[in-house]
């Protein structure tokens, strides 16, 4: 008889990668990577909200009126809008257009990782413009400054549901000019609807208006104008942007798991 070799048991296999360290990962990468080139776009994104502002001026009174928090309020927001609709809109259709996503495919990190990290790392820069814009716009108008803290809340919120929209814009089109198109207009939709005041506009531009993501946190914001604001109403549009934000970064998570597949 011949005797019988023992083969030696495989060994196990490594646990999959978790989603909070690869975000951090991701988020740190892309953070390092984005802060010298995206602060002149920055300055440009808060440059022209204070532009907007000084121009909606002259055709809108100060004081505590409707359309004076309609436009502090929506200008403010839109240095989000241009940030995270339009710059990321590129960033991803760029990425897919020279093989990027190649290399974020052969990484042991999930896919919603390096859309979360990408656009949580986009939507940082926003912040101290969207702060600077709110604070001068409210003095512009005279406007109380004692709320402006909501932002805080806003800007994440309104940032993740527009940051999934430009994700996915860059990664679902075809070619790089084409997310370059799709952003630049998607911004424009923010900065036409969510600048202007709602009570002026005919009512099936309101209805577009509301299918905006960033409609409802212009309108928290506005919100936190009045003297005594019903906080129970700037929640409900906050509660709004993140139920959106979850479907939109869900849709560029599968956006980009589609693109990941089909460019190979």
Known sequence: MTPTTSVPAAAPLAPGPRLLPALGAVYRAQLSRARVARIPLLFVATFQSLGIMVMMRGVVDSGDNPSARAVVAGSSVLVVAFVALNLLA???????????????ATLPVPPA????????????????????????GAG?????????????????LAGAALSGLGAACGLL???????????QL?????????????????EPIRLLRDL?????????FARTFDPAPA?????????????????????????????AVADR
């Open 186 to 202: 998607g911004m424009s939709a923010a900065l036409l609807l969510g600048v202007l005041p709602a009570g002026r506009m005919p």
């Open 212 to 220: 905006l993501p960033s409609t409802y946190g212009v309108e928290a």
């Open 113 to 136: 990782a390096v859309v979360l990290g990408a656009a949580g790392a986009y939507a940082s820069f926003t912040l101290p413009g969207t702060l600077l814009t709110a604070a001068v």
């Open 90 to 104: 590129q960033y991803f259709g760029r990425l897919r257009a020279t093989g990027g996503l190649d290399h974020y």
């Open 231 to 259: 906080w129970s109403a700037v929640g409900g549009d906050l509660a709004v942007c993140a139920a959106v934000g979850v479907v939109s970064l869900s849709l560029a998570t599968w956006a980009f798991r589609r693109a």
């Open 140 to 156: 512009l108008f005279g406007l109380p400054w004692a709320n402006l803290w909501v932002l805080l809340a806003v800007v994440p």
């Open 173 to 183: 089109a075809p070619r790089q000019e084409i997310a370059t198109l799709l952003g």
